[in-house]
Each structure stands twice: as C-alpha cells, then as structure tokens.
C-alpha cells in the first residue's frame, strides 16, 4: 500500500468512526509526547490540520490501523468500541484487507450527553 493509498484508507476509516454514534472525538494514536508535538505541529502550520487522525500503515506482517477514540460516557466504552471495531472490520473487507490489526484505544470519556439525548427542561 502506498502513502497516498494508506491516507486514503485512513481518511475512510476516520469519516466511518466519526459516524458512529457513542464516539466523540478522534484523537491521534500515540503518547502524550507524540499527541502534543502533533497538536503543536498543526497548529504551527507545519502538519496539515485536514491530515486523518486515524493511523493506517503497513509492514511485513500486513495492516495496521490504530484509533484513538474519545466515547460519550453514557454509550458505554464497550459497545462503542466493538460498534467502532465491526465498522472498521466491514470497511477494510470491504477493501479485501480483511487481514488487517485494528487496535482501538479510549483516551478519555467526556461526561457530555449525546447530541440524542433530552437535556434539562
């Protein structure tokens, strides 16, 4: 898979888990370290702030895409993440990159409701 392949298929998978209802945000995969040299980064000018936050690349062993993920707490983390897990699956098979290692992580879990639920009266 080439560069412009791997950020195509990044950008895919990023629309699809945005798209998933419980998840909140999309944070780039990686330590603090990394996450804040990135954030300054973009905010810098120096990365593109339209580039995928979701990790897709590819080494001997096959595919690997990595998602940091931020869930509604009144999803629940689980269910959002094997939502977020199928829709991936369902994607890169879609792609005939079944094979692929899909690592899901949840960096933080705001207490905001979801845009479906009833606020206050």
Do not use: K
């Not at 950008?11 to 998933?20: K, T």
């Amino acid at each position: 898979m080439s560069t412009a392949q791997g950020a195509q298929v990044a950008a895919e998978i990023e629309a699809a888990v945005r798209a998933v209802p419980g998840v909140a945000d999309l944070y780039g995969p990686g330590s603090l370290v990394s996450n804040v040299v990135d954030v300054t980064a973009r905010h810098l000018g120096l990365r593109d702030t339209a580039a995928p936050l979701v990790l897709v690349r590819q080494d001997g062993s096959g595919i690997q895409v990595e998602i940091a993920m931020a869930v509604h707490s009144t999803a629940g983390a689980t269910v959002t993440s094997h939502t977020v897990h199928r829709v991936v699956r369902d994607l890169l098979t879609a792609r005939e990159q079944q094979d692929a290692r899909i690592v899901l992580t949840v960096v933080h879990v705001p207490d905001i409701p979801l845009a479906t639920e009833a606020g206050p009266a």
